[in-house]
């Protein structure tokens, strides 16, 4: 069997170093003018579609991401990171609003069956909106075994052997290929994209498309109510003395009086 | 190797620490003006060998300052989502 081809997702988030701001309508987050870059757990699936390439397990491997035109920086930096290609499927921004992961696993099972591939890995959840959702639609759609949560990876015969993080421990699954498997956290450390790679992108092939193409119409199945901060801690209290620390204590009835 | 053949190997080392200044912790420029100034400092170096052992030292600048990205990543990362972990 010659080598696997690996399907991507890349999704464009506000980078994890930005204090979010909620809208003050409450309708979501401000987006405009925040720095945005790849999910990170994206990007440890990204590394870990490339170090599967570098061992020859995996003979290509395709990035995808799908949202506004600006994704493309985001797909860049996946083609700087070692993808082969990458495929854009643009939505414009009002509607983009609108994308839910159930729309997302549509596009993504319809590009994994047009473009014959073997294994899609995705990031377990993004940061933005922490569905947790895209992956196992994506293996239900295509019906596809899913491996999710992954810390470790390795390609046997036919199959992939996944080492999955579940609640308290660790879970070793197989799983025949094609295959839809997500990323935890500790399944390797990504690289960074270095100013030549992003450079030497630029002139790999980036094919743009519509959700149309795909059959995909954007019409949200659920609906956000509102969107709020989270409570923010009630701040200390500086005492003078020990007895006035004892008193506070007894008072709330932490220390028996 | 004369030190004007060396120029091309500054200026592209320049140009990836400008580049990975964009992430750093403290800001852009915060980040530049340190640049700048660490490169202004050399400027007057002329002896091929100790322009090659500063290029060294900042590519060696360099893998420390993505070190520390993916660090403070990862950190963060774990903070965030894996709370009851030490």
């Known amino acids: 069997m010659s080598g696997l081809r690996v399907l991507v997702g890349c999704k464009r988030v506000i980078d994890y170093a930005v204090k979010i701001r909620v809208k003050p309508d409450k309708t979501g987050v401000v987006t405009d003018g925040v720095k945005h870059s790849m999910n990170p757990f994206d990007e440890i699936a990204m590394e870990e579609a490339i170090r599967l390439k570098e061992k020859s397990i995996a003979s290509e491997v395709i990035a995808v991401s799908c949202g506004p035109p600006q994704c493309q920086e985001t797909l860049r930096t996946a083609m700087a990171m070692g993808a082969d290609k990458a495929i854009l499927v643009e939505v414009d921004p009002a509607t ?157 009835g932490l220390i028996p009086s | 190797m004369s030190a004007q053949s060396l120029r091309p190997k500054v200026v592209q080392l320049y140009k990836t620490l400008l580049y990975l200044g964009r992430d750093y912790p403290k800001g852009y420029d915060y980040f530049r003006t340190k640049l700048k100034n660490a490169f202004l400092k050399n400027k007057d170096v002329s002896d091929p060998k100790e322009i090659e052992m500063l290029i060294a030292r900042g590519e060696y600048i360099v893998k420390e300052l993505e070190a520390l990205y993916m660090l403070r990543k990862y950190r963060t990362l774990k903070k965030r989502y894996y709370p009851d972990e030490t």
């Open chain 1, 96 to 252: 983009y609003e609108k994308v839910q992961p159930l729309h997302v696993a549509k596009i993504l099972a319809k590009i994994a069956q047009e473009n014959k591939i073997d294994l899609v890995l995705l990031g377990k959840q993004a940061i933005d909106d922490d569905c947790n959702q895209t992956g196992q639609m994506t293996a239900a759609l295509l019906d596809w075994p899913q491996a999710t949560f992954a810390s470790k990876i390795e390609k046997t015969d036919g199959e992939l052997k996944v080492v999955k993080e579940i609640d308290g421990g660790l879970e070793t699954v197989t799983v025949k290929l094609p295959a839809v498997a997500t990323a935890d956290l500790r399944l390797n450390e990504p690289r960074y994209a270095t100013l030549p790679n992003i450079m030497k992108a630029k002139k790999k092939p980036m094919d743009k498309k519509k959700p149309g193409d795909y059959g995909v119409e954007i019409v949200p199945t659920h609906k956000v109510i509102k969107v709020e901060d989270p409570p923010t801690r009630q701040a200390g209290q500086k005492l003078e003395t020990v007895d006035d620390l004892v008193h506070k204590l007894k008072d709330q």
